[in-house]
């Protein structure tokens, strides 16, 4: 018996270490943010000793924070609205609907998935130039309107609802716009919600095409404002990790609240958000 | 009138997202091709064809061997030890009576995976930061003076890997660990009584039982590393001396620094083949994205 327990102690030593080397970052993030400015690195611990609340009240107003929260948000929301509507009318036609072509086509879109978007950024960055659309919200909500996986992901959903709710509602009379809205789609709002939580988090993250087509003061979304921030306060490692907390709080705090959808979305799918 | 409209309804669901992919993705996709046959540079109007040269001159270019090499050493490094880790971790926190709290522990190492990357690249930058960061202060504590990491030739593209590895291990993680809930206890019940130690189990049931995972991680996991830019972009810009100019980092500083945009577009395409390449083999062998197929 003593040797079970002491490799369960063994194992739960080594699950701590990892958490605490998971963690370390952020508590350093947040430790450094909290300190007076001129003692930057010491004392070197990892647990906030002093509370400096100004520093993020400082860094708030360096930069206009809240214009890169209101982009990003919009961008978001556009993004995550579009993509519902669109995937839900595509998954639609090719979970239920039948025409010539379909499995052809339904492959075609697939096809997009394997396309790495960097190979493909200088074209894009081009067509952005013809439409005239640098420092737009168009330029950084029209492109990501479709995805293949979203279309994917509720094709398979849409395929499982059993057929006799279909037909029920074919016989109260519903064509097929009604049928999608009305049965279909409610039926798959857990899709819909792991869906729309990876493409916050998408949003949320991008940074290299932001950074190329909008990357005015005004149009900035977080975290390109975050790295134009901290080209100017490199050496303010306070305020430039205050910065830093700010850009990174709203994803995390998403994650804890809906920790059951992402951990089961990837599961079940294992994709990245 | 309305049997024609039947006909083509299936095709006016699709018609929205058939525009945007066709505007975003297909056309680019092409027109990458196209881009990389000519000699294009600041945005100007003028394009000049040079058919292939472009890729000849690509091809003896030292630059792009390195970014190449760069790229396979982070890929292999990053893949290979976020994998082992992923895997361990998964096993630790699988065996159910000897745990507490696993939910807890599994939200903790999954959290990387859903923080901005830029934004942990900041704090990075801070811990290897050369005056401030905490690397250096725990080394000048035992009396070592620290380098200044980032900018170190040896050294930079190992702190730019353990970014690459503390993001993706907790994605394999989970992976893994979904992989190993679907493993019946009986099995490693019967190796007990059989008289194996914990190590022989893990050889001989664990890792066969979840080889499947492993091939698909595995290939995304090189798809994802071969694919790093933003981290680079932040930590290092590629330096120093191209220490860290992984071929993604290669393509934006030709393109978007240097502005030799129609250059670009021939790395592109090589990094498009190359990536291409993964995915078939990860559609060949695992099926789609998806660890259920």
């Given amino acids: 018996m003593k040797k079970i327990s002491f490799a369960r102690i063994f194992n739960f030593a080594v699950i701590l270490l990892f ?49 890169y929260y209101i982009n990003t948000l919009i961008v978001a929301l556009g993004v995550i609205a579009s993509r519902i509507i669109f995937a839900s009318l595509a998954a639609y036609s090719f979970a239920i609907m039948k025409f010539k072509g379909r499995d052809f086509l339904f492959l075609l879109f697939l096809g997009t998935m394997m396309i790495p978007f960097q190979s493909i950024i200088i074209p894009s960055y081009q067509i952005a130039r013809d439409f005239n659309w640098f420092n737009t919200f168009q330029v950084l909500i029209v492109p990501r309107m479709v995805d293949a996986f979203s279309i994917f992901l509720l094709r398979q959903n849409f395929v499982s609802i059993p057929k006799d709710y279909l037909d029920a509602a074919k016989m109260d009379g519903c064509n097929d716009w009604q049928t999608l809205w009305r049965i279909v789609f409610p039926l798959a709002q857990p899709t819909v919600l792991t869906m729309s939580l990876f493409t916050f988090l998408f949003i949320w993250n991008d940074f290299l095409w932001p950074l190329l087509v909008a990357n005015a003061e005004k149009m900035r979304v977080i975290q390109v404002g975050l790295q134009a921030f901290s080209g100017r306060y490199q050496v303010e490692w306070t305020y430039m990790m205050a910065g830093t907390v700010m850009a990174t709080i709203l994803p995390i705090l998403i994650f804890f609240i809906a920790q059951k959808q992402f951990i089961s979305g990837i599961m079940k799918s294992g994709i990245k958000g | 009138m309305s049997r024609f409209y039947r006909s083509i309804k299936p095709f006016l669901y699709l018609l929205p997202s058939l525009i945007i992919l066709g505007i975003f993705a297909y056309y680019p996709t092409l027109s990458v091709f196209r881009l990389s046959l000519y000699k294009w540079e600041f945005l100007s109007p003028k394009m000049e064809f040079v058919g292939f040269d472009q890729f000849v001159r690509l091809f003896g270019d030292d630059r792009f061997w390195n970014s190449l090499w760069v790229t396979t050493k982070y890929t292999l490094v990053v893949t290979a030890v976020s994998l082992l880790l992923g895997l361990v971790l998964a096993v630790l926190l699988n065996q159910k009576k000897s745990v507490p709290g696993r939910s807890f522990w599994r939200s903790v190492y999954f959290l990387p995976s859903v923080t901005p990357t830029v934004a942990i690249a900041m704090v990075w930058m801070l811990i290897f930061n050369p005056g401030f960061g905490i690397v250096n202060i725990a080394l000048r504590k035992l009396g ?92 290092t810009g590629g330096g120093p001396g191209g220490a860290t100019e992984v071929i993604g980092q290669f393509m934006y500083t030709s393109a978007f620094r240097l ?8 790395i592109s395409v090589v990094m498009f083949l190359i990536i291409m390449l993964f995915t078939l083999f990860q559609w060949r062998f695992v099926g789609f994205g998806t660890a259920e197929e």
């Fill in chain 2, 144 to 235: 070592i003076e620290g380098l200044n990491w980032l900018a170190d030739t040896k050294w930079a593209l190992f702190c730019v890997m353990l970014l690459g590895i503390w993001r993706r291990m907790g994605f394999n993680f989970l992976n893994y660990l979904a992989a190993l809930q679907n493993v019946s206890e009986a099995l490693y019940e019967s190796a007990d009584i059989d008289g194996a130690n914990g190590l022989e189990k893990f050889i001989y049931i664990t890792l066969p039982l979840v080889k499947p995972t492993t091939i698909m991680l595995m290939i995304l996991g090189v798809i994802d590393s071969f694919m790093v830019i933003d981290q680079i972009l932040i930590l």
């Fill in chain 2, 259 to 266: 502005s030799k945009l129609g250059y670009g577009s021939a």
């Fill in chain 1, 19 to 67: 958490a605490f080397i998971m963690l370390a970052p952020y508590m350093w993030m947040i430790t450094t943010s909290l300190k007076p400015r001129n003692m930057m690195g010491e004392p070197p611990y990892l647990i906030p000793t002093s509370f400096r609340f100004e520093n993020y009240k400082i860094a708030w107003e360096a930069a206009p924070f809240l214009r």
